[in-house]
């Protein structure tokens, strides 16, 4: 046989030579299970920033993530802000499977995967799209802007004293719905980031610390900026929760923002 006939020293180089190959198709294959930016594989590549999508709150209304979206634009980025369906304020399980499609459209598109921004009722949706359709494969990072994550007691206080007027997605924020108990059994999954912001001066989701989810890096507006002052509706367009937004969904890891001079000068950009 060709092995035999050569000699002693082509065939020592020979077999190291293809010792070689199979160290590196080895390590290759480890890299690619390993996944990238030390993330498991079958999670999306922390590195490399996708499209935004933007989920409004309850209602529906766009106008202040809207300009939120222009600003992620600004720096490049793709933002869409979703048209929920109905007026907003129908099933979150609907506005889960919403966003599921607008996600897997975009995926469709050539996206490796998505940042999600959800705004007040918004976010619960997106909690309920990560829970119910394995969103932590497909989003990149979550961001939630003052969400009642545990519910809110205005919306409590509607399905007891209105209940005509509390349509599906006011009760479902009650807390201790049967949706929001649900949620509460669904831990955050460990490979996804995910930012909540709120600030104390939320009249509207009270109390405001509902915003609060375990797992996530969660950061309170004036634990940035002492003195700032930011309503429930000023969230998406408040210089410091901007500044805090565009570093949340860029590509250095997630962590809590370091002073309250940096995340206005992000917002400056």
């Not at 933002?79 to 609907?94: F, I, Q």
């Not at 719905?177 to 989701?205: G, K, N």
């Not at 700032?228 to 962590?255: F, N, R």
């Amino acid at each position: 046989m060709w092995w035999s006939a050569l000699a002693p020293r082509r065939r020592l180089l020979l077999v190291g030579a293809l010792a070689l190959v199979v160290l590196v198709a080895v390590a290759t294959t480890v890299r690619a299970c390993a996944g990238r930016a030390g993330v498991p594989n079958g999670y999306p590549d922390q590195s490399r920033p996708g499209p935004v999508l933007l989920v409004p709150g309850y209602g529906g209304g766009q106008g202040a993530l809207s300009v939120l979206a222009g600003r992620i634009r600004a720096t490049g980025r793709s933002a869409t802000v979703l048209t929920l369906p109905g007026d907003g304020t129908g099933d979150l399980g609907e506005q889960a499977a919403m966003i599921n499609q607008t996600v897997l459209g975009e995926r469709s598109r050539g996206a490796a995967s998505v940042d999600v921004i959800g705004y007040s009722a918004g976010g619960v949706a997106v909690r309920v799209w990560v829970a119910r359709y394995g969103g932590e494969h497909l989003a990149r990072r979550v961001v939630t802007l003052g969400s009642p994550l545990h519910g809110a007691q205005l919306a409590a206080a509607g399905t007891v004293l209105a209940p005509g007027a509390c349509p599906t997605a006011c009760q479902q924020l009650a807390p201790g719905s049967p949706l929001l108990r649900e949620l509460d059994r669904a831990p955050l999954p460990p490979h996804l980031p995910w930012l909540s912001i709120w600030t104390w001066d939320d009249q509207t989701v009270q109390p405001p610390d509902s915003a609060r989810l375990a797992g996530a890096v969660n950061v309170p507006v004036q634990s940035v900026c002492p003195d700032a002052h930011v309503d429930h509706g000023g969230l998406p367009t408040d210089p410091v929760v901007t500044g805090l937004v565009l570093d949340g969904i860029g590509a250095a890891p997630l962590s809590v923002p370091a002073d309250c001079a940096s995340a206005r000068a992000t917002a400056g950009g």
